[in-house]
């Protein structure tokens, strides 16, 4: 096997994989999974703000 195949092998493992990967991201089985990921940054910032505001109150 000479250089030129071997880099076609790869190339070709490297699309597959990508291609793998988003079928796999845009699997409807995923999606409530990503979905909650996404939005958990927002309830860790809303429980700071309550966090923040009843330390506020205590003062």
Same mark, same amino acid.
């Given at each position: 096997?000479?250089?030129?195949?071997?880099?076609?092998? %790869? =190339?070709?493992? %490297?699309? =597959?994989?990508? %291609? %793998?990967i988003v079928i796999w991201s845009y699997n409807k089985k995923r999606k409530s999974t990503f979905d909650k990921a996404a939005n958990s940054i927002f309830e860790e910032d809303h429980k700071k703000e309550n966090n923040k505001q009843e330390t506020n109150n205590n003062v």
């Amino acid at each position: 096997m000479d250089y030129g195949t071997l880099r076609g092998v %790869i =190339a070709l493992l %490297i699309l =597959a994989l990508f %291609i %793998i990967i988003v079928i796999w991201s845009y699997n409807k089985k995923r999606k409530s999974t990503f979905d909650k990921a996404a939005n958990s940054i927002f309830e860790e910032d809303h429980k700071k703000e309550n966090n923040k505001q009843e330390t506020n109150n205590n003062v």
